[in-house]
C-alpha cells in the first residue's frame, strides 16, 4: 500500500479494528477491509471476520492469530494481490470504529512504582508511600465490563457521596457533582483464549492467550473514591466509565519493544519470574484539549503483562475470551511522564466540563520510526442536571 | 398440582432454573418444562422460554414478567389446563440444573452492620469496627463475573500469596494453598432491565429492574485477602468462585417479606431513601456436612437492595440484563446467626477439603408455612498438586 512504509502504521504494525459492518486492520493511512476482502479472495479465515466484531478472531488462539497476520502481510506485501485487494481499502480517517470485542471481565492493575508511590504520598502522608505487598504482588481489582467504551465515547461527569465534615469535625457526606474528575493513562491487555477453572497462566504461557493490547482512560473521580473506597476498594468512583482505543494492536507487532521490567531484578517468587521478558517499551501522551501534558514511559512499570497475568490466574480463577486487564496508571518519576492529573497537580486540579483528553502510544518501529499504537479520546460533559440531589 | 397446597413450594412462589434443555419453573414437588409447555400450548411468551436459559426473561421486563406469572399461575390452578400440562411435568428432584442466566457485572455489597462490625473488630481490634462511610452508603466492590458458578460446582482450594514474617519481623509472602478458606453466606439480586449510561434508578424505580433473587455463597481465602487487599480491596481472595442457587425467585414471591431495613431510622441522603420499603425477612441456613452452623437473619440487612441499586447507579453507571449484586455476607449479632466461619469460630477455625457447605434461604409463605427460595451448595476440593510453587 502507497505510503505505508515508514509511515506510522507499516507492515510491521497491523493493528486490528471494527467499523459499523465490518472487521478492519490499519496500514499506512487506510484500512483494509478484512470482512470483505478475506470473503472475496476465499480466505480460509472468512469466517473470523463474518461479523463486526473481534469476538470470533480473539478465541481462534495464537497459531490462527499468527497465520491471519502472516496472510494480511502477504497481501499487503506481493503486488499480485493488488487489483483483487484495492476495492477493500477505505481511507483510515473516515472511519467510524466501535467497542472493537465484547468485554468479558475487566481488571485494572496498580502497576507503576511512580504512580502508587505519588499516590502514597498524596493519600497518606506521613507513612510509607507503598504497602508492604506492594513489590510481592500485583495489586489489582476488578472493574465494570459494562461501562467499558469505545474512544470518542463522551463522559457524563458523575454524581455522588464525598466527604465533608460538620461543624464539630465529625465526618458528614455530600452529594454533588465530582469536582476531582481526572485520567489515568494505562495500557489494557486483552485476552483471547480462556482456561479452565483451577488453570493457572504460567508467565511462559502469556502469548498463548493475549492477543494484543489497547490505550485505556480509567476516568477516576477522586472525591467520590476517597469517600466510598475503605475498606473494600474503588466503587462508584470508578465505575462510571472506562474508555479503550479502538484499535488492538497484535503482540507480534511489539517484537522491538520487549524488554526486561523493573521486577526482574527484585527476588520474586517463581511464578512471577520471567525466563522471556515481557516489559514493554512503550510510550504514552497524555493531551488535554490539545496541549500535550505528560510522557509516561510504559518501560518503568514494575510488573509486565506476562505477570500481570500470571497473578491473575495464580488462584485458579478462569479466563474467558474478551478479558481485559489494565496496566494501571503509567507514571514514571517526572513530572513530565506521570499518569493523572492528581499526581501532575498534586490534588489542586482536575478536569473541567468541555475538556477533550487524549491518550496516545508509540513504541520504535523500523529503522529509527515510531508505530502508532492508537490513541483514546473522550469529552467531558457537564453532570446532568438538577444538579443537587435527585428526589428520595 | 397436587401437593402444591402447603408445601415449600406453593403456588405463590414459582421460581424459574434453567435445566439442560429447558426453562422450568418449581411447584410442589414438580418442575413443569416451559419451553415445551408455552410451545405447546401456543402461549404468546413461548419465545421467551425458546432457548435453555433466562436471559430473555430477563430482558422482556416488569409488564413481562408480571404476564408470565399470571399465566403460570392460571394454568396451574385451574383444572382444565391439567391435560395439556401433565405431560411437561418433571419430579424437582431429578433435575439436571444450570447456571439460569448469563452473568454480567457481579458486584457484592457488605450491607450487615453485625457482619461488618464482627470484621471490623477481627481485622482491625482498638479501631472503631465500622469505618466512617459505613452508615452514610453501601459499601461495595466489582467481583469476577466469569467465576460465577451454579450450586453443585465442586470448588478448587485456591493458591496464593498470603503474609508470613521473616526473622526481623519484617512481613514477606508465602505461597501456598489457602488455609483459611471461608463462605459469605449472601443474597443476590439478578438485574433485568439494563439502563442508558447517566441514567440512575431511583428507589422506587427497583421493580422495574430487578427480576428477583439467588441464593450466593461468596467463597473467600481470607489468608490471600489479607495480604493482598491494601489499598484497593479485594481480588484473588474471592475471585475463584462465587457460588449462586439455580432457583431464581421473582421479586413478586416476597411480598409478605417486605419490611422497612434498619437504615430506614437513619438520617439519608435523599437518593437513598425508601417510600415503599425493600428490606426482606429471609432467613439463611447454613450447613457444613449436614450440620446447621447459623441461621443468619436477611431481616437485620441495614441495606434493602432497592437502595443497593439506587446507590450503585447514582454515579450514571449504566446496568445490563444479567448484572447480579450480592447483599454481602448475611450476619446477625449472635453466634448462631452469622454467615462467616470468620465471624463463627473468631479465626480459628475454617473450611477442610471435603467439606460440603449447603446455604439454603426462606421466606413466611400461606398459613404459618415458609416458602422455600433455594439453596447453594459446594464441596471444597484439595488443592491441585504439586503443593509447592509452580515452575517459575
Not at 504494525?13 to 493511512?29: C, F, N, R, T
Not at 515510531?370 to 483514546?376: H, K, M, N
Request: aromatic share 8%; with cysteine.
Amino acid at each position: 500500500v502507497d505510503g505505508a512504509d515508514g509511515s506510522e502504521r507499516p507492515l510491521e504494525l497491523l493493528p486490528y479494528a471494527v467499523s459499523d459492518d465490518a472487521v478492519v486492520v490499519a496500514i499506512g493511512e487506510h484500512c483494509l477491509d478484512l470482512t470483505a476482502a478475506s470473503a472475496a479472495v476465499g480466505s480460509a479465515h472468512a469466517p473470523l471476520f463474518a461479523t463486526a466484531s473481534l469476538d470470533r478472531l480473539l478465541a481462534a488462539g495464537r497459531p490462527a492469530w499468527d497465520a491471519v497476520r502472516a496472510e494480511i502481510s502477504d497481501w499487503l506485501s506481493d503486488p499480485s494481490w493488488q487489483a483483487r485487494l484495492e476495492p477493500h481499502l477505505r481511507p483510515l480517517h473516515r472511519q467510524r470504529l466501535r467497542l472493537p470485542f465484547t468485554v468479558a471481565d475487566y481488571v485494572d492493575f496498580y502497576a507503576s512504582e511512580a504512580h502508587a508511590t505519588n499516590l502514597g504520598r498524596l493519600l497518606r502522608p506521613g507513612s510509607p508511600p507503598l504497602m508492604p505487598n506492594w513489590r510481592h504482588l500485583p495489586v489489582g481489582y476488578h472493574g465494570r465490563s459494562g461501562t467499558v467504551v469505545v474512544s470518542g465515547t463522551d463522559i457524563r461527569r458523575p454524581f455522588g457521596q464525598r466527604r465533608a465534615t460538620d461543624a464539630d469535625d465529625a465526618p458528614r457526606p455530600e452529594f454533588a457533582a465530582s469536582d476531582r474528575l481526572d485520567i489515568e493513562a494505562e495500557i489494557g491487555f486483552v485476552v483471547g483464549v480462556g482456561t479452565q477453572p483451577g488453570e493457572r497462566v504460567s508467565v511462559d504461557a502469556f502469548t498463548e492467550h493475549v492477543f494484543g493490547l489497547v490505550v485505556v482512560n480509567d476516568w477516576s473521580a477522586r472525591d467520590i473514591q476517597a469517600w466510598e473506597a475503605a475498606p473494600l476498594g474503588p466503587f462508584l468512583g470508578k465505575s462510571f466509565a472506562t474508555s479503550i482505543s479502538p484499535w488492538v494492536v497484535p503482540l507480534a507487532a511489539l517484537a522491538r519493544a520487549r524488554q526486561a521490567a523493573p521486577s526482574a531484578a527484585a527476588a520474586l517468587l517463581p511464578y512471577l519470574v520471567e525466563q522471556e521478558p515481557w516489559g514493554l517499551d512503550l510510550t504514552l501522551e497524555v493531551r488535554v484539549n490539545g496541549a500535550v501534558l505528560s510522557r509516561p514511559p510504559f518501560a518503568q512499570m514494575y510488573w509486565s503483562p506476562a505477570q500481570l497475568l500470571a497473578h491473575l490466574t495464580v488462584n485458579g480463577a478462569r479466563l474467558r475470551p474478551g478479558d481485559l486487564y489494565a496496566s494501571g496508571t503509567v507514571s514514571g518519576w517526572r513530572d513530565d511522564e506521570v499518569g493523572s492529573l492528581f499526581e501532575l497537580y498534586r490534588g489542586q486540579r482536575f478536569l473541567a466540563d468541555g475538556d477533550c483528553v487524549e491518550i496516545s502510544a508509540s513504541a520504535a518501529g523500523p529503522a529509527a520510526t515510531r508505530l502508532d499504537l492508537g490513541s483514546v479520546a473522550g469529552t467531558v460533559l457537564p453532570a446532568l442536571s438538577p444538579a443537587a440531589e435527585p428526589p428520595g
